[in-house]
């Protein structure tokens, strides 16, 4: 009886993995078509900065960033769009 449980859990601790490799896959797709279309839409407009820059950051590997800002009290804030709002 407890193996027949332990490999049921295996199956459902697969199964979580194999859908959650699934959603990050397609919003990877996602987020490269998105990418691609508007590189497109720069080289159209003949906008050429951001074309190369857009390029040039298709060629690095992901480096995340972290964006951290100082509000009006001297805090520290990692979104700057509740300085504009706060």
Do not use: W
Request: glycine letters at 8%; proline letters at 1%; hydrophobic letters at 20%.
């Amino acid at each position: 009886m407890g193996t027949k449980s332990k490999s049921k859990q295996c199956n459902t601790i697969n199964n979580v993995r194999r859908d959650a490799s699934r959603h990050f896959g397609n919003k990877r797709k996602g987020y490269l078509k998105a990418k691609l279309e508007e590189l497109q839409t720069n080289s159209e407009v003949k906008n050429i900065k951001d074309l190369y820059r857009g390029i040039s950051d298709f060629k690095k590997s992901y480096q995340p960033r972290t964006n951290i800002v100082k509000d009006e009290k001297g805090g520290l804030v990692r979104d700057s769009h509740s300085i504009s709002s706060g």
